[in-house]
Each structure stands twice: as C-alpha cells, then as structure tokens.
C-alpha cells in the first residue's frame, strides 16, 4: 500500500516562473492537505482539499498560489511567478475521511529554491 | 503568534536513557495533540496522538503526558535508541478543525 507521493522531490525555479507541484493521495484518501516549511520553522497549514472541492484555504497566500484536487489524477498546488521567499519545502499529507482526530499521513515534500 | 510552542531547538540523551521533549500551547480550544517525528529529506511521520480529554498515552517506547491546566505536554522516549535521532514536532488541532499546528520542532541527539 504506497504511502503518499509527491513529485517532483526537488523544483528549482528562476524568479518570475511558475512552479507546479504534485501530490497523490494515499490509496483510500480522498482527503488532501497543503503545508510549507519554511527554513528553521514548523510547517504551516496552507490548503485543504476534497475531490474537487476546496474546503479549507486559510493558508494560502492571496496571491499566486492556488490549489486543485480533481476528480482524476493528482492534487496540484500551483506558485505563479515564483520570488525567492517561495523557497521552501512542501509537504502534501491525505486522510482517508477528513474526521476530527484523524491522522493525517504525509508524504515526503517538494523542496523548492528559487534562484 | 505561535500557539504550539517548542522551546527547545535540541536535546542530546545518551542512548538507553530516557529522552523528555517537550511543548506548551496558547489555546485552549485545541482538542488533539499530536507528536511527528520527521529525518532529513522526509516528510513527518506520525508518532502518538492523545485526546484532551486524557492525560497519558502510551505506544511501546513512547509516552505522551498532557497537563491540560499547564497547557503543557511532553514525549517521552523509553529507552532512547540511535534511530530517535531526528526532528520532532509536537502539534495540535481542534475538534472542528481540518489543520494541524505544529511548532518549531526540537532536534533530538542519541548519544553511543
């Protein structure tokens, strides 16, 4: 049973790029969530995502940044016209049913740098 | 404002000893705690969780205690073993709430 996946594991970007970043969900999952782990910090709630549906998007910047979970394929965390302090590493975790104490299970991050 | 707060960035034990991290937290509307421990170049994995409305954990080697009138909770890790060694988040979410708040982390150095 494949954990969950994240792609590509490492994304370097020039300034004024866009980058795409991909997660699929644990077999089973139909819960996603976004996190940003900045340098020397904790990570940071940025998404959360059902099947086509946003739920949650307390997190995200206003700008740039938007998420999609379609009904097929993988979930997409997009950074438009990427600045150096988009560095960061993302990491997508999924739950089987998004319930309160539900763990969540995380995969193993996109690092990105932006030169 | 960090509301799950680890005040400690590292911790080094002498492996077979036990190893005590620890947290404090500023809400008090926060249901579920939650301790990750994440190596380098990976993502976090899930530890131990305990519900507010208990005060210990237990899971073989490890041992949550949560003082909910202290807002305080601490792992511990019995006998600690050179595979610990790594970053620990202590983390935190409500009962209505699909996020998790994680502190900093504490990196933790089993010692030979």
């Known amino acids: 049973n494949a954990g969950v996946m994240q792609n590509p594991r490492h994304l370097v970007r020039r300034r004024g790029q866009e980058a795409r970043l991909r997660c699929s969900p644990m077999k089973g999952h139909s819960h996603v969530y976004w996190y940003r782990q900045l340098p020397e910090e904790g990570l940071k709630f940025m998404v959360y995502l059902q099947k086509e549906n946003i739920i949650d998007e307390s997190g995200m910047p206003k700008e740039r940044f938007s998420a999609e979970f379609p009904k097929e394929g993988p979930s997409i965390l997009r950074i438009q016209q990427v600045v150096r302090g988009d560095s960061a590493a993302y990491f997508c975790?999924?739950?089987?049913?998004?319930?309160?104490?539900?763990?969540?299970?995380f995969g193993p991050g996109t690092r990105l740098l932006v030169l | 404002d960090q509301q799950v707060k680890q005040n400690s960035p590292s911790l080094s034990v002498q492996e077979g000893r036990i190893s005590i991290l620890n947290c404090d937290y500023t809400?008090?509307?926060?249901?579920?705690f939650l301790w990750y421990k994440k190596y380098p170049a990976e993502g976090p994995t899930f530890l131990i969780s305990i519900s507010s409305i208990k005060d210990k954990n237990e899971d073989g080697r490890f041992t949550v205690f949560l003082n909910k009138s202290a807002k305080h909770l601490s792992l511990h890790i019995v006998p600690s073993q050179p595979g610990d060694s790594a970053v620990y988040f202590c983390?935190?979410?409500?009962?209505?709430?699909?996020?998790?708040?994680f502190g900093k982390g504490t990196r933790l150095h089993i010692l030979p």
């Open positions: 809400n008090s509307m926060f249901d579920y």
């Open positions: 983390a935190a979410r409500g009962n209505r709430d699909d996020k998790i708040i």
């Open positions: 975790a999924s739950s089987p049913s998004g319930t309160a104490g539900e763990t969540q299970y």
